[in-house]
């Protein structure tokens, strides 16, 4: 087959007549700042789509950003490119349908290969590039087709490309505001994209100057059949928060939180003394350990989870107030329907950042901070470092402890690091995990302790082993030794995904 020869904008190759028909030029504008704003929402929303699947962390996040801008980059070039040697008009219309029907199939994709790929950075970039991709690139190619076909000669050409690019820079802008700051928290993931699928393929019908009934009979069903694949191919998750997918399991009336691919949290509704994770479990052990039985203490809880514990203070420590730091407004909604939130006493919740939030506690006025909060299996970075542990140590009275749940593995890059940089600040530490985990190709929770005054290790220990974990405790000599040569974490370098892979 030959190849289209080139022509001028709006005039057929093979007559001469106008099959264009001109581009207005507010629709031109309306055009190329809807197909932006498409883009930025599709980036947007991928990186909460393949979350549960790959994890929430920098590689991923730098995976979306990445074929997001591998596609712009070809879909400017190939619109340019088709627009040459075919009417512009006809390519902008094509490129938005097959755009707002690749939009319809981002969710879809990503909940039938997610769980084929599994995690990992490599995996978080194929997962991306085959949902994304193709919608990325298809409507990056509408802004140099409309900027073709308004196009009639040099004269004015540079007004008409700024005011064009204009218009798609204000789109993208548009795409990434009103998704992250509204969108998200207004409307389910999949409601959000039929929405820009449909404005998408109506564009493309109104960009189109020649409407064959086959050609709009096609792409109707190609839509109908990627809607229906939007919203019944089954996903991980119960609920779209604004940060997670999130689900709530029930094991033998036990009930789990689980967010984006991690168990995050066990509660009981029935016994709210009960704790059935391990970190929980040693949470507790150092509690009771550096306080007296039953005694109310005011704690501070980074990240809610399933509340598990203020529920557990509240239980065995009648009186004790808890202070919760947690960014995700749905997380809390999902635990007052689900966990029995709005029932534990004490509990103020706090919806922010943990980090923000805590520089609004008063200085010593807690006895307990805990540190639960994740980024997919990794502490978020700016909840890691030195700056951060001088303000727990700041809110914390002289006798109060810090207990921060950390995840790693083998050679616990992260877990060494991260108790450097509390032996730095806290004249006393302790790491409890049992010794399997810490031995070659195990890994799993562990939780460091630190405090002003000195901690009970024999005491701690002896609570560890009555549970079933014998010598799990390493006292501050032992933590500082494993902690020996490890970089203590700042806020100008924490790479605490980097560490943890």
Do not use: K
Request: net charge negative.
């Amino acid at each position: 087959m030959a190849a289209p020869t080139r022509h001028s904008p709006g005039v057929s190759a093979a007559n001469g007549d106008r099959e264009d028909g001109g581009v207005n030029a507010l629709f031109a504008r309306i055009v190329v700042l809807v197909s932006g704003a498409a883009i930025l929402i599709v980036e947007t929303l991928a990186t909460r789509l393949v979350a549960p699947y790959v994890g929430l962390t920098l590689e991923s996040t730098s995976a979306v950003i990445g074929v997001a801008l591998a596609g712009i980059a070809a879909g400017a070039s190939l619109g340019g490119r088709w627009s040459d040697v075919l009417p512009p008009r006809r390519v902008a219309a094509g490129a938005l349908a097959v755009g707002g029907l690749g939009v319809l199939a981002v969710r879809p994709l990503v909940r039938v290969l997610g769980p084929a790929l599994g995690p990992g950075p490599f995996a978080a970039i194929l997962l991306v590039a085959a949902s994304t991709l193709v919608s990325v690139t298809a409507l990056a190619m509408v802004t140099p087709a409309v900027t073709r076909a308004r196009l009639s000669g040099l004269e004015g050409s540079g007004t008409v490309i700024g005011q064009l690019s204009a218009a798609s820079t204000v789109g993208a802008l548009a795409g990434v505001f009103l998704t992250g700051f509204v969108l998200v928290a207004l409307l389910p993931v999949a409601a959000i994209l039929l929405v820009t699928a449909v404005v998408c393929l109506l564009l493309a019908l109104c960009t189109a100057t020649v409407r064959t009934r086959s050609t709009v009979t096609s792409a109707a069903v190609a839509a109908a059949v990627l809607g229906i694949a939007l919203v019944a191919v089954p996903g991980r998750c119960d609920t779209d928060t604004v940060y997670y997918c999130a689900r709530v399991d029930v094991e033998d009336d036990v009930r789990v939180l689980v967010l984006d691919d991690l168990r995050h949290s066990a509660v009981d509704l029935d016994d709210p003394a009960y704790l059935q994770f391990a970190y929980t479990q040693r949470f507790a052990d150092a509690i009771d350990t550096a306080f007296a039985a039953g005694e109310p203490l005011d704690a501070v809880h980074l990240g809610a989870g399933g509340f598990t514990m203020p529920r557990w203070l509240a239980a065995t420590r009648p009186g004790s107030t808890s202070v919760v730091l947690e960014i995700d407004q749905g997380v809390v909604e999902l635990g007052r329907r689900e966990l029995g939130v709005a029932e534990i006493p004490g509990v103020e919740v706090r919806i922010g950042d943990a980090r923000t939030g805590l520089a609004e506690v008063p200085s010593a006025s807690a006895d307990l901070v805990v540190g639960d909060a994740f980024g997919a299996r990794s502490v978020p970075w700016h909840l890691a470092t030195a700056e951060f542990a001088a303000e727990v140590h700041r809110v914390l009275r002289h006798d109060g402890i810090y207990v921060l749940n950390v995840i790693d593995h083998p050679p616990f890059r992260l877990l060494a690091a991260e108790a450097a940089t509390l032996a730095q600040r806290f004249p006393h530490v302790a790491l409890m995990a049992r010794p399997e985990q810490l031995a070659q190709g195990v890994g799993g929770n562990a939780v460091i302790v630190a405090s002003d005054r000195p901690i009970d290790i024999a005491e701690l220990g002896a609570r560890a082993a009555a549970r079933g974990e014998p010598g799990s405790v390493l006292g501050d000599a032992a933590t500082r030794e494993l902690a020996d040569g490890a970089p203590v974490l700042v806020d100008d370098w924490a790479p605490v995904d980097q560490l943890l892979s």
